[in-house]
Each structure stands twice: as C-alpha cells, then as structure tokens.
T-cell receptor
Framework: GAVVSQHPSRVICKSGTSVKIECRSL??????MFWYRQFPKQSLMLMAT?????????EQGVEKDKFLINHASLTLSTLTVTSAHPEDSSFYIC??????????????FGPGTRLTVL | RKEVEQDPGPFNVPEGATVAFNCTYS??????FFWYRQDCRKEPKLLMS???SGNEDGRFTAQLNRASQYISLLIRDSKLSDSATYLC????????????FGTGTRLLVSP
C-alpha cells in the first residue's frame, strides 16, 4: 500500500529557531502533498498544498513567510517553521494521494511530527 | 455551523457490543466522504470511504444519507483494539483533494 514517511517524528527546540520537517512518499510519486496541523483535542486543519515544481498554496490565515514549503522532487516536500514560538507547538502531518487513486480525494498520511517549542 | 460535526464522546462500550457514530456535514454539494481512525498521538489512518449505496468492510459498515447530510459508521462485535478516535472527513467543495475533518468521536472498548 501507499506509504508516506515524515522526519523527524519529534522535535523540541528553543523559541526563535527554525525547524525543518520532511515528508516523503516512499513507493509512489506525488505531485501534490498536503500539510496539516493538529492542536490537542482539535481536528486536523489544512495548512497548505505543496505542489511539485511550483509555489505552495496556503489556506487562509496561514502565514506563508512563517511556514516555508518546498516541493523540490516528486517524492519529497519540506515544511520549515521559521522563528518558531511556543504557540507553534503542534502535531504536523503531511499527506499525499498515490497515482492509483488520482482523481479521488483519498489521502494517506505520514506518521506526523510533534513539535514542541520551549 | 461547523462544516463537519461529530459527537466527541467518549462512547464506552463492552467488548462484543455494537456501536454507531453519526456525523453531519453542512455543504450539500460535498461529494467525497470518509471515515478515518486516529489512535492517540498518531496519524489518521483511512478506515473506509463512504458511498451512497453504503459499504461494508468486515465488522464496519458505513452509510451516507445525502438528504439529511449525515454519515454513519457502525461497528459490530467491538474489539479492545477498536478503541480510538474516529474522524469523519468530507471533501471541501470547490477545493480538489482538500479535506475537512471533524473533531472525532472517541471510542473506548472495555473488557
């Protein structure tokens, strides 16, 4: 089946530092990947759509200069949280749709990255 | 009104019980519906897609009622391993592949 990986699984950093999270599709190519954020006891919220070879599209209220997304290859998208602050502490999850399900809305999720900013 | 609403629970049931969850969605033009399962501090995992005709996968049955704009999930013969949060997910109208998640319904199955 489709496998999406993320790295790191957990990161603790000091306020003001930048953190890079990687999302990889392991057995398929993904021209589009999605980045979500989930705060405790809340639902997943879509942050942005990562497009291979072009700029990401951000959801309303998500600062594109704070959450930098790069989708340089068909199997890798990165999310960089710049100048992280405690309020950015959250569970960040990426997802992708494998080619065999192209045209559907079915998404498979990576294992997530738990970010804690001190 | 939220785009997707679910009863947060928790639903506490004994092993072997049958339990049902409902979910309502606000946009009548939605076309894709899913149930995902999320374990504590883990990523969501696709449980099943939901079709107008209803679909069944082992002990799990999902149904869609477009007229009333609700989706249901029925779990028969509950197992301890079914304990998790069940997320109702609907596509965002006008946003291809964009999904809207409910906050989830928590299920606790006890021995």
């Amino acid at each position: 089946g489709a496998v999406v990986s993320q790295h790191p699984s957990r990161v603790i950093c000091k306020s003001g530092t930048s953190v890079k999270i990687e999302c990889r599709s392991l057995d398929f190519q993904a021209t589009t990947m999605f980045w979500y954020r989930q705060f405790p006891k809340q639902s997943l919220m879509l942050m942005a759509t990562s497009n291979e070879g072009s700029k990401a599209t951000y959801e309303q209220g998500v600062e594109k200069d704070k959450f930098l997304i790069n989708h340089a290859s068909l199997t890798l998208s990165t999310l960089t949280v710049t100048s992280a602050h405690p309020e950015d502490s959250s569970f960040y999850i990426c997802s992708a749709t494998p080619p065999r399900l192209a045209g559907s809305d079915t998404q498979y999720f990576g294992p997530g990255t738990r970010l804690t900013v001190l | 009104r939220k785009e997707v609403e679910q009863d947060p629970g928790p639903f506490n049931v004994p092993e072997g019980a049958t339990v049902a969850f409902n979910c309502t969605y606000s946009n009548s033009a939605s076309q894709s519906f899913f149930w995902y399962r999320q374990d504590c501090r883990k990523e969501p995992k696709l449980l099943m897609s939901v079709y107008s005709s209803g679909n069944e996968d082992g002990r799990f049955t999902a149904q869609l009622n477009r007229a009333s704009q609700y989706i249901s999930l029925l779990i028969r013969d509950s197992k301890l391993s079914d304990s998790a949060t069940y997320l109702c997910v609907v596509n965002r109208v006008g946003g291809f592949q964009k999904l809207v998640f409910g906050t989830g319904t928590r299920l606790l199955v006890s021995p």
